[in-house]
């Protein structure tokens, strides 16, 4: 049984680089969500997809913020221009919808970011 | 806005006590409401949910959560503490299918 896999675990990068971040969710889950996570804080909602189609995206997700599932399976954050404060655990969820509001998360490790 | 509220950063019990995380939600409609744990440099696991019925709710590790409608409060439970517990617990609701967290309460069980 595969939970969800998030690569890279790890990334160090300079500021004004761009990241690109990957989610591989639980295959027979439709739902997928990304958070980002400080130090000791909750997780801090950012988008999510229900298969392919971008339901919700938080204002937190500025400009430089890109979120894509383009078959309806994996999925990619991309953070063009980073900044230091862009520096958090990045994490993604999957989940199988249902009729009464989407069932629980299942999480992956996370993806760090670290803007030098 | 749908939110939930963790009024305690910290809670610190003793192991073999009973321990009590607190959480007060904000709704319009049904609360879908959801425990989760989070070790350390670890992901975030369900505990449990409340749905719709009993207001008392199972779930993992013998944790439990009361639904109080009237006092729009989901409080995480567990009747005799252990080490092992030690954590930090974060309430979310999901009202439309997106969730939402609380800022999350740090627990440190004591042998």
């Known amino acids: 049984d595969t939970g969800v896999s998030q690569n890279p675990r790890h990334k160090i990068t300079k500021r004004g680089q761009n990241v690109t971040f990957r989610c591989d969710p639980i295959?027979?889950?439709?739902?997928l969500y990304w958070y980002r996570q400080t130090l000791g804080q909750g997780p801090e909602f950012l988008t999510y997809f229900q298969n392919e189609a971008q339901l919700e995206k938080s204002r937190l997700l500025s400009d430089r913020f890109s979120a894509e599932r383009p078959k309806g399976s994996f999925s990619t954050l991309e953070i063009q221009r980073t900044e230091q404060g862009d520096s958090a655990m990045y994490l993604c969820a999957s989940s199988h919808s249902s009729s009464y509001g989407g069932g629980e998360l299942f999480f992956g490790e996370g993806s760090r970011l670290t803007v030098l | 806005a749908q939110s939930v509220a963790q009024p305690e950063d910290q809670v610190n019990v003793a192991e073999g006590n009973p321990l009590t995380v607190k959480c007060t939600y904000s709704v319009s409609g049904n609360p879908y409401l959801f425990w989760y744990v989070q070790y350390p440099n670890r992901g975030l696991q369900f505990l449990l949910k409340?749905?719709?019925?009993?207001?008392l709710v199972k779930g993992s590790y013998g944790f439990e959560a009361e639904f109080n409608k009237s006092q729009t409060s989901f409080h995480l439970k567990k009747p005799s503490a252990l080490v092992s517990d030690s954590a930090l617990y974060f309430c979310?609701?999901?009202?439309?299918?997106?969730?939402?967290f609380g800022a999350g309460t740090r627990l440190t069980v004591k042998p």
């Open positions: 295959s027979e889950h439709n739902r």
């Open positions: 409340y749905i719709t019925g009993d207001n």
């Open positions: 979310a609701v999901s009202p439309l299918g997106d969730m939402r």
